[in-house]
């Protein structure tokens, strides 16, 4: 077997079989089917890469269909919504159409189906069809008019159709088996009396055909070769070829359902439900509020198509549910926006640093690198001047030899500027730091080191910036019998923060996405103005919950954070070593999970415990992977380099290996 069929997923196991057996590969064609009651969340990201991607990898069109069966709940503005998601993603359909374009056929099919003696009108309550149906154990029983005559049936559904009915007062049902094992096939409804107005069609129709009728009968209608849906649909399968078996044509392409695991993720719910309520209830700001796990949301949070597709690809094709840990997801945009966002300054919690040696009224504009990984980001100017502002968090007045940041009698670097030496502090009444003074060398050469970012109090541009964290402190909130999911929201998961920014940033764009360096990721947000800039946090450049899990989850850790409980018993340096072992051996896949297991562990790593790692035989290519991955680390917060880290990343460069030479490229 090739090494391309052994790489198959199943789906596309089930395709070549078809193919193999006679389909010919002009008929494939797939859809995505989304409701229009709500917007697409990053669960649909999955259900759209499957289908689109099938497309693209077999040259097959892939229509885009809203099943909008349901007047009650659906509204054209999230017709508009999808479809500026799935342009967004990258994705071009072939049709968009709508299963209201059937209505006029899959009502004479129900005539047909009455005509046939399979469909007929029932007039019970709710609750005695219910009781009537049974249960998974208990078979259910025939209802008083199931055996009403065909006459009379086409009657009363013709009247249904004419708006003479009142909602509830009659349903057509499918004339199948009372007793089926599967419950669903125990006469299931065709239609109901809903007189709602229907975003296209206005008020047509007062009767509309359910979801199971219509959703197979559509597919069929547009000649789908392959209806491709998440499992929770696969008991809905016998009565999906049920509906088929009555229409179709012998020599037209019958649709064949396969069902595939959805993607749930954790500390995040994924009903539209739910979701609506979090926006009716004013919990968020609306669809598209950044911690919405909405693609709306997400793109305004800054996520870019890229790191969504790199998600699903990397999550993959499964038969069976599973939880995916967020941090895989939050990986995937750190790993796209390090590759393009380009890099500035800015100060979240500033503290004065006054630069005492300097001369007074004297300013400097020094070229700063755009983006160390794009050769052609280039340079820009940033101002200096003798008072600046740090980060709070950058200076202690007394740390010990593992703090790579300011403190009194230590010196540090100033990004793309000078070398400076913590000299004394000012306070306020309470104790608080009002002031850092510290002195400057220009020589630059000496080897320092922490790096610290800053901006210059006389050029600084104020900014709003919003601070995103998870919407729910649980990880599967939604899971408990017992208790509500809104039990679970995170008070904490806003932060509004004035911020100081570097002047260049006047001319950024809403949607520009940028590196805070030392800090993490943001994007322009849709409210910011040219006199009022906004910011939101689309992810840090480390992943801070990985800690708090750790002490919250002890031994239940998912998949991702650890390989086994003694891990945790570990240091931290050792279980990295052990990672990269195996590193280059592993499928892209478990590598870009092992990467970023690697990549939390670091946070606990200091350069005493990776220096020895430098001199890693030749022929161990995966730790020196694992270290070149932890050094990317350190270096992003804020060790300085020196004459060994540039030996290590220049000797990895010339390596024949290309995983370790793009990994020294990525700090290089």
Not at 565 to 574: C, E, L, N, P, V
Request: with cysteine; proline share 4%.
């Amino acid at each position: 077997m090739s090494e391309e069929k052994k790489s198959l997923n199943f789906l596309e196991q089930i395709i070549e079989k078809d193919l193999a057996g006679g389909m010919p590969q002009s008929k494939l064609r797939f859809r995505f089917p989304p409701e229009p009651n709500g917007y697409l969340h990053i669960g649909h990201t999955k259900a759209i890469g499957i289908s689109f991607g099938l497309g693209e990898k077999y040259n097959a069109p892939v229509n885009l269909r809203f099943d909008d069966t349901n007047p009650a709940k659906e509204e054209q503005e999230y017709v508009d919504a999808i479809k500026e998601d799935v342009s967004w993603l990258g994705y071009k359909w072939d049709k968009e159409l709508f299963s209201s374009d059937y209505f006029q056929q899959l009502y004479d099919w129900a005539v047909q189906f009455i005509k046939e003696g399979k469909a007929y009108v029932d007039s019970q309550s709710s609750e005695a069809m219910a009781e009537q149906k049974g249960t998974p154990t208990q078979p259910g029983i025939d209802g008083p008019y199931r055996n009403r005559s065909v006459a009379e049936n086409l009657d009363l559904f013709e009247r249904m159709k004419a708006g003479e009915f009142e909602e509830g007062t009659h349903i057509l049902r499918a004339k199948i088996d009372m007793q089926h094992p599967n419950m669903l096939m125990r006469d299931p409804i065709m239609y109901r009396i809903l007189k709602k107005h229907h975003h296209r069609t206005g008020n047509d129709w007062c009767i509309y055909p359910m979801y199971d009728w219509t959703h197979g009968e559509s597919d069929y209608i547009e000649q789908i070769s392959h209806s491709l849906c998440s499992l929770e649909f696969k008991p809905h399968r016998e009565l999906y070829d049920w509906f088929l078996d009555q229409v179709v044509d012998k020599d037209l392409v019958r649709p064949k359902q396969r069902e595939f695991a959805r993607l749930n993720l954790s500390y995040t719910i994924m009903s539209k439900r739910k979701l609506l309520k979090l926006v009716e209830d004013g919990i968020v700001r609306g669809w598209d509020d950044p911690r919405m796990p909405t693609i709306s949301g997400l793109r305004r949070r800054g996520y870019t198509p890229n790191s969504l597709r790199k998600f699903v690809e990397t999550v993959g094709v499964a038969k069976r549910d599973n939880i995916i840990d967020v941090s895989l997801l939050e990986f995937c945009i750190r790993e796209d926006l390090n590759k393009i966002a380009p890099r500035v300054m800015a100060v979240l919690d500033p503290v004065k640093l006054v630069i005492t040696n300097y001369p007074e009224g004297k300013e400097e504009w020094l070229d700063a690198e755009n983006n160390q990984e794009d050769d052609s980001a280039g340079f820009r100017k940033v101002p200096f001047s003798r008072e600046l502002y740090i980060e709070r968090e950058d200076f202690k007045e007394q740390a010990n030899s593992k703090y790579f940041r300011l403190s009194l009698g230590k010196e540090v670097r100033l990004k793309n500027a000078y070398i400076i030496k913590g000299e004394s502090v000012v306070k306020d009444s309470e104790g608080t730091i009002t002031e850092i003074h510290c002195t400057y060398s220009e020589d630059t050469s000496k080897k320092v080191k922490g790096t610290l970012h800053w901006v210059s109090i006389k050029h600084a541009v104020k900014a709003e910036v919003r601070e995103y964290d998870r919407l729910f402190m649980d990880e599967a909130p939604d899971s408990y019998q017992d208790k509500d999911f809104m039990e679970f929201l995170n008070p904490e998961s806003l932060k509004i923060i004035q911020a100081y920014v570097e002047p260049s940033l006047l001319e950024a764009k809403v949607g520009d996405r940028f590196q805070f360096q030392r800090i993490g990721y943001f994007n322009v947000d849709n409210d910011a103005t040219s006199n009022n800039l906004v910011f939101n946090k689309t992810v840090g450049l480390r992943d801070t919950w990985a800690k708090q899990e750790d002490v919250n989850k002890g031994d239940n850790k998912p998949a991702q954070q650890s390989n086994s409980g003694q891990q945790s018993q570990r240091k931290a340096i050792d279980v990295i070593q052990q990672l990269g072992k195996k590193y280059t051996n592993l499928p892209e896949e478990k590598q870009l999970k092992t990467k970023a297991e690697i990549q939390k562990l670091a946070n606990d790593v200091s350069y005493d415990d990776l220096q020895p790692l430098f001199n890693t035989a030749a022929k161990k290519v995966g730790t020196r992977v694992a270290t070149m991955i932890t050094l990317g680390v350190l270096l992003k917060n804020g060790l300085e380099r020196n004459e060994d880290i540039n030996n290590f990343i220049e000797t990895a460069l010339e390596d024949s290996n290309t995983i370790l030479v793009e990994e020294a490229k990525t700090i290089k």
